[in-house]
């Protein structure tokens, strides 16, 4: 039998809790800080969160999480949440970027276990700022913890220098590049280009973390989003990072294991979910628990998805190949059981984050007990709010054994993509155009100087698309033929002007 439920001890008394009282938990401190915090939390939030009293009872008797670590983690929730950003090293010098947000008058401290990440804050009149009416992409960057105004309206953030990310959020891409940098952990040949793939990519805090990295020592990445207005941040933020080396398919992420099974050296499974980590930014983000029956349906059902979107990266993943689950939620059917589940598979591997990413005891609180337990469960890393003053976060790597084979799934023939090519004077031109756009900082340092033509491909209705550099292999070719486009949009022929070139937004 799987484990499906958690090995909570004392499940008639969490019943009993449950229903004896439907009253939340408020989240103030102690010792006589609550007006003050109650003051910035009104600020902050639409409201002062609530903690129903069966999901503290959850975090006792399931996760550990008891006594004074839970006061901690109460009084930790109550805060603002740091704010916090990603360099892009293909837009950015890191020492020239920092230097200029320096001198704009933010204050930086490092991320720990994020090299290119940077917790941040400003002077209030910066952070007041000039507002305007919201796009699509400030909505998708709030989402992941950008300060609306002082970044997001921002040049460094305009032009794809920076990504305003939550500290925690950049763990799961940290330790699935650590695994692979690990000598002769993934089994990767020397001098062969990496295949990655986000199989729930939006908006793309973490895809244009990995494709970030993967373009620097090449290789190709596929983004997987299957909701069409999450895809279209997702490809406003992929261009505006200078993302190259990329597919974007818009596929249900159950059935993609299916069309390239073994295809990948590493997989991130960063799958959806109930979101309870995000309390310090999204003050109903614990509602659902307020009626017990109803968030148990919720959480089955999310858990259900998950499994399903799991159990396909795992199909996905090459032997040898590393595979990451990640979540934001805070509970043990989204997190520690999914990995108990692919444990019971057999040839799963399981990698300590921890390690990979050589953190410090002190950095996740592993070394004072009362900050609970980081996870019971091999494999896996539980980032706590009151640990590492950041949002809840979980974080669980594995390696699939070189002897373990995928079931072969019966599939139709691979279609054939064809392009009719550039001829090496249109694509002197598109450079030329390309090089402008640089100039203005809105295209990555030299993207397509030394690309041959035959990387640039001409569609019919004019539009020229810069293919992704690695050979895709036949593995590779279907999902190909899924990709929303068949490269990154780089320019377009305006027929009804003479056919002049434009470059593309």
């Not at 009872?57 to 949440?81: I, K, N, Y």
């Not at 704009?104 to 910066?126: I, K, M, N, Y």
């Not at 079931?407 to 279609?415: D, F, R, T, Y």
Request: glycine share 10%.
């Amino acid at each position: 039998m799987r484990p499906l439920s958690p090995p909570c001890s004392q499940a008639t008394s969490l019943r009993a809790l449950a229903s004896a009282t439907s009253q939340p938990v408020g989240l103030q401190a102690p010792f006589g800080e609550r007006q003050g915090q109650r003051r910035r939390q009104n600020a902050t939030l639409r409201r002062p969160p609530q903690v129903p009293r069966v999901f503290l009872a959850h975090l006792s008797s399931c996760l550990g999480l008891l006594g004074l670590a839970q006061r901690r983690f109460l009084r930790a929730c109550a805060r603002p949440v740091r704010r916090s950003f990603r360099g892009n090293r293909l837009k950015a010098e890191q020492a020239s970027l920092l230097g200029r947000l320096l001198e704009a008058g933010f204050t930086l401290e490092p991320v720990p276990w994020c090299a290119d990440g940077f917790f941040h804050s400003g002077s209030e009149a910066q952070l007041r700022g000039r507002r305007s009416q919201r796009t699509v992409d400030e909505v998708a960057a709030a989402e992941e913890g950008l300060p609306e105004v002082a970044f997001g309206l921002a040049r460094p953030h305009l032009t794809g220098e920076v990504y305003g990310q939550e500290s925690t959020s950049m763990l799961p891409a940290e330790v699935l590049k650590a695994a692979l940098l690990t000598p002769g952990l993934a089994g990767q040949s020397p001098g062969s280009s990496l295949r990655i793939l986000d199989l729930c990519a939006a908006p793309g805090s973490k895809t244009t973390q990995l494709g970030d990295w993967l373009q620097t020592i090449g290789g190709l990445l596929v983004a997987n989003e299957p909701d069409a207005a999450r895809h279209r941040v997702l490809r406003s933020n992929l261009l505006r990072a200078g993302i190259v080396d990329c597919i974007r398919t818009r596929l249900d992420g159950r059935r993609l294991g299916d069309l390239a099974p073994e295809a990948f050296d590493a997989v991130l499974v960063d799958a959806p979910c109930s979101g309870e980590g995000n309390i310090r930014k999204a003050s109903d983000a614990l509602d659902a628990w307020a009626d017990p029956d109803q968030g148990q349906r919720r959480r089955r059902a999310w858990s259900e998805l998950q499994w399903e979107l799991l159990q396909s990266g795992w199909r996905a993943l090459r032997p040898g190949g590393v595979l990451v689950y990640s979540t934001c939620a805070l509970n043990w059917e989204e997190d520690e059981a999914q990995v108990l589940r692919l444990l019971e598979l057999g040839g799963v591997e399981p990698l300590d984050p921890a390690q990979l990413l050589r953190l410090r005891g002190d950095v996740l609180g592993a070394a004072q007990p009362d900050l609970g337990p980081a996870s019971s469960v091999p494999g896996c890393l539980r980032a706590w709010p009151h640990a590492l003053d950041a949002e809840g976060f979980f974080v669980s790597c594995f390696r699939k054994a070189a002897g373990t084979a995928t079931e072969p799934v019966p599939g139709g023939a691979l279609e054939e993509q064809t392009f009719r090519l550039l001829d090496e004077e249109s694509a002197e031109e598109v450079r030329e155009l390309a090089r402008s756009a640089q100039r203005l900082g809105f295209w990555p340092p030299e993207p397509l100087d030394g690309r041959p033509a035959r990387r640039l491909a001409l569609e019919e209705d004019g539009r020229i698309f810069l293919l992704p550099g690695p050979e895709l292999g036949r593995a590779l070719q279907r999902l190909a033929c899924e990709a929303e486009e068949p490269g990154v949009l780089v320019a377009s022929r305006d027929k009804a002007n003479g056919g002049d070139l434009q470059i593309s937004e």
